[in-house]
């Protein structure tokens, strides 16, 4: 359905349940709590399933949205979930019963009765705005996490897909008079000390090799230890090689968890001079061209010289 | 004068000569070329006096637009500097002849026979965009420098004068078809092997204090010896141990690079907190209640006692 579609259908429809995706991110629990307190503000009944493995740095947004155990909802809307996998488990009787997905995944794969895809905004966050104009509905309340779902999905203004229509609906959300500045500076601008630590250890560790222009970082069950870090300290552990001057291609290595003998590789490319899914491919893993990731058996010695063998042949190719 | 009257400004004059300010970032470069390739399209001759001590970062927006030594102007335009004083040695045969000054700090002294002063815009380039939108000229050449100058100085929208006008101001310029992802990680996702490294040793010697609420970095002339940082590695190692979670405030203390036995300290509170200014004020410095510096005679360890008093003395009387 397209957008007008859409508004009609959330004027029409009441007694909302919104789901949001698994190992949940700011896009989705802030569009899902931007839509709850815009029908709210329509006059709906809304609620937001409980996000059970949020994070802190997220949860805090679902205050006041969070459905109680026996709420009975007659229209169920996922939010930012390209596919049924990956809903959390506490959203399995609604399986099948998906009224509505809004989504802003070009892979989306189709789950419920009516779909809003809109696979070239930034964020689902921007579709929510886009939605509220439609509607002519928006609150300050309503505006804070919406920013939030944009601001985290686009690195705060700085990836590609920060393009004019994703400034815009910024500039229209902080004109609601939101506390912006604080939001990115708990997104943007914090760091535990366990991360810093762990950044440290993994800059001193680090080799370079092709005159600098390829990097690899080792995570290993040793430094996790030593460290402490947490899965949310290690979440874009990929990207720290990759911000280093000169450095075109990232490869990172961390050594599986639960010590069963294999690591997980992650490759970085500039996807001008190397194909990051060729690399992978050769290990059989894939994924994008600038991004892909696959799993070896071994030890981290092992992974490290697969990884690099495969490199070699895809840079010779090139 | 008003924005109409500059617009108006700068139709009637002609052989136009841009000032940029000492010590050159973004915005200022940005604004230089941005506005000369603006004039440019208008018809006008426009040049910027060149910018020796640029760095590289920021240099290669100018490129087309420096003045050859030669060239003799009729309109003299600073943007982006705050008082004469700023402005750098190359600009002396100018003083008292500049025409006028655009400029966004809310500090500027007047210098130039005209000045358009936006104190609440958050870059010199938003002002710079908001006369091309009064002038309807704007190109991609020029879209790209007036971007960089808005994206530096709001630290990529993430700063608390990143408000709706900036955000605006930057989907009008991306709207140009201007490469911004490249420019965002050029500016704000690259970091030197240098500076990484002088992170990684500045977090393992940083001290906390009062409950992790206190952070303390020391930058040692040893550790920039070691490191080979620059002082483009240095520029901003003021803010490195505020971004840790929990830190209110972070004292840097940097020992003198000629080795005179002082050192420069610099504090930045939380406001809510503390007053950064009344605690360098205790050693003969000053500030802004954020954000302040002293300096202090002595050795390093000297220096930190001596700010470690006044800080406790500060913390005191809250």
Redesign the interface.
């Known amino acids: 359905m397209d957008r007008t579609a859409c508004a009609a259908f959330l004027r029409q429809r009441d007694n909302y349940l919104i789901l949001t995706h698994q190992r949940p991110d700011g896009d989705t629990i802030g569009s899902a709590a931007g839509l709850c307190l815009l029908l709210r503000q329509m006059g709906k009944t809304a609620w937001v399933l409980p996000s059970l493995d949020a994070n802190q740095l997220v949860s805090g947004y679902l205050e006041g949205c969070v459905a109680a155990e026996d709420y009975v909802p007659d229209t169920i809307v996922a939010v930012d979930v390209a596919s049924l996998k990956l809903l959390p488990p506490n959203a399995e009787p609604y399986l099948g019963k998906i009224d509505l997905a809004i989504d802003h995944h070009p892979s989306h794969t189709p789950y419920a009765k009516e779909v809003l895809v809109e696979g070239d905004r930034a964020a689902c966050a921007v579709i929510i705005w886009e939605l509220s104009q439609e509607l002519g509905v928006m609150t300050p309340e309503a505006a804070a996490p919406l920013y939030a779902g944009i601001?985290t999905d686009c690195g705060?203004?700085?990836?590609?897909n920060?393009?004019?229509?994703t400034?815009?609906a910024?500039?229209?959300l902080?004109?609601q008079g939101i506390p912006?500045?604080e939001i990115?500076?708990r997104h943007?601008?914090?760091?535990?000390?366990t991360k810093?630590?762990l950044?440290?250890?993994l800059?001193?560790q680090m080799e370079f090799y092709h005159d600098?222009t390829v990097a690899l970082a080792t995570v290993s069950r040793a430094l996790v230890a030593q460290t402490g870090a947490t899965p949310e300290d290690l979440d874009d552990v990929a990207a720290f090689a990759?911000?280093?001057?000169?450095v075109r291609h990232a490869i990172t290595i961390k050594e599986a968890e639960d010590g069963d003998g294999s690591c997980h590789i992650s490759v970085r490319a500039d996807a001008n001079y190397l194909n990051a899914s060729a690399v992978c491919a050769r290990l059989g893993g894939g994924g994008h061209s600038a991004a892909a990731g696959c799993s070896v058996k071994g030890t981290i010695a092992e992974a490290k010289a697969a990884i690099l063998a495969a490199l070699e042949a895809e840079l010779a190719l090139q």
């Open positions: 601001a705060c203004f700085v990836y590609p920060s393009d004019a229509r400034h815009r910024a500039a229209s902080i004109e912006f500045a990115n500076k943007f601008r914090t760091k535990t000390r810093l630590h950044e440290s250890l800059f001193q600098g990759g911000q280093i001057e000169g």
